[in-house]
């Protein structure tokens, strides 16, 4: 269990390339033993946005304060406090702020699962490969 006030969690510069005045506190995740989201509360300068990008999983927004705009491959959709957005995986997007103050938001994400490793059984006394005999 983990239970914080969300500015007592660093907040860490997006060094992501393409990223300007974007800063991010990850509230919840692995580390804190989060086993299938991590929660992660975005912070942008005005004027500022992350990086244009896509990738294979999606996202769950919900915006805190702050003013700001969707950017995807359709056009800027704007948004406001109080506003849910969902982004499929793949979309091609950024946030950016539009506003004179902060822009904040929260962020899941589902997170990267470990493969595990599949046992093989080996026959010590063949060679090359196992014949399980």
């Excluded at 086993?35 to 990738?55: C, K, L, Q, V």
């Excluded at 304060?65 to 969707?70: D, I, K, M, P, R």
């Amino acid at each position: 269990m983990k239970h914080s006030h969300y500015k007592d969690v660093l907040l860490e510069e997006v060094t992501m390339e393409g990223a300007k005045g974007a800063k991010v506190r990850w509230l919840v995740s692995q580390k804190d033993g989060a086993p299938n989201f991590a929660m992660r509360m975005f912070e942008i300068d005005s004027g500022g946005f992350t990086p244009y990008h896509s990738h294979s999983w999606e996202h769950e927004n919900f915006i805190v304060e702050g003013e700001g705009s969707l950017v995807t491959e359709n056009g800027e959709i704007p948004f406001k406090p109080g506003d849910v957005i969902f982004v499929p995986p793949h979309m091609k997007h950024n946030y950016k702020n539009t506003g004179d103050k902060v822009l904040k938001f929260l962020c899941m994400v589902p997170l990267e699962k470990k493969k595990k490793e599949e046992k093989k059984t080996v026959n010590p006394f063949a060679t090359g490969i196992a014949n399980n005999c």
